[in-house]
């Protein structure tokens, strides 16, 4: 199975999302194969008083900790995702976590020193992270990923496509883990040869 997907750090709602659709996977005992491709926010969004505390207790009930700050670049954090992609992929879902974990723990993720300190975290050198950062490598890719998604009618994150041999399944959204696990039993089923949550 694999899944790809369109996200930004800088949205609470493609954390929680990531972090449902992660546990479905675990629960079925399913294989698969990650790949976040890049959606930057506009940096001066933002969440009235409401949805902050909305979006907090979400994360609480998830086992997720959830503080909305100020929203600095997700440029470098994306271009590293994709150097861990093509250099330590058995790490790359554990370091999109981390690196969501500390852009809600008031990390400032757009700091070279934050992102060198999650990649050691995750078993990569860090001394290659810091010379690859240092680098504009990856960056045309992450401008691509977002050209693609506004190409294919995408609005909003999360959005994930999920593919099992010739099957596919399309989902906008972060949907309940419970949502997650049937879609993806009807996908791995066969009973279906395309879904849709549009």
Known sequence: MRVFFWSDF????????????????????????????????????????????????????????????ELTSSRDAHRLVKFT???CPESLLELIFKIYEANFSYRDISNHDVLIDISIKCGLDGNAVKNFLLTKKY?????VDTEEAVFNAITSVPHYIVQSDAHQLIIPGAFEKEDFKIALEDLTSGEITEKSFL
């Open 10 to 69: 800088n949205c609470p709602y493609s954390y929680i999302g990531l972090n449902r659709l992660s546990k479905a996977i675990d629960e079925l005992n399913l294989e698969c194969e990650w790949e976040m491709m890049a959606f930057e926010l506009p940096l001066q969004h933002s969440f009235t008083a409401s949805q902050i505390r909305e979006i907090e207790e979400i994360g609480k009930s998830e086992g997720l900790s959830i503080h909305l700050s």
């Open 85 to 87: 992609k093509e250099n």
């Open 139 to 143: 960056k045309v890719e992450v401008e």
